[in-house]
């Protein structure tokens, strides 16, 4: 017991270690437990993501990952190194819709991180992106 392993001994994990945590949950559930569903837009093609991402570099922004934030984007100005991001982009799947709260949550998040919110559209094919900014007023309130 000297060794600070505590009462496992070197080989042996502890017991919450045994299994990821989804299949520990899902191994104490009972057979007619129903699957959990966690409501959720699919995310977007990738070239409608990418039809996005090329316009709004053509348009002489700079993009970065943006999931840390909640979206698809992190839209800056001019380079990351010496702007911070003024718009955070997000990229619904086309046809899925954006429910009422979620589009709240989507643009609360973007103010309380200090970013515009930028609803993104692919628009169809051949033809340019459309955008929606928005940007929640806390004063309005």
């Known amino acids: 017991m ?4 505590g009462s496992y001994g070197a080989a042996t994990a502890p017991p919450f270690y045994s ?20 409501p959720s837009a699919p995310p977007p093609p990738p ?5 996005v991402y090329r316009d709004l570099w ?15 984007f992190l839209v800056y100005p ?8 003024a718009a955070l982009a997000l990229c619904p799947a086309p046809g899925s819709g954006l429910a009422p709260g979620a589009l709240v949550a989507a643009a609360r998040l973007g ?3 200090r970013k515009t919110l930028l609803l993104c559209s692919a628009g169809p094919p051949g033809g340019a992106p459309a955008y929606t900014s928005l940007q929640w007023r806390a004063d309005l309130a």
């Open 19 to 38: 299994l990821p945590f989804q299949a520990q949950d899902e191994a104490e559930k009972s057979p007619t437990d129903p699957p959990s569903q966690e």
């Open 111 to 113: 103010t309380h991180v």
């Open 2 to 5: 000297g060794s600070g392993r």
């Open 78 to 85: 001019g380079p990351p190194a010496l702007f911070h991001a």
């Open 58 to 72: 053509g348009r002489g922004l700079y993009l970065t990952h943006g999931g840390k934030f909640g979206g698809d």
């Open 47 to 51: 070239e409608q993501r990418y039809r």
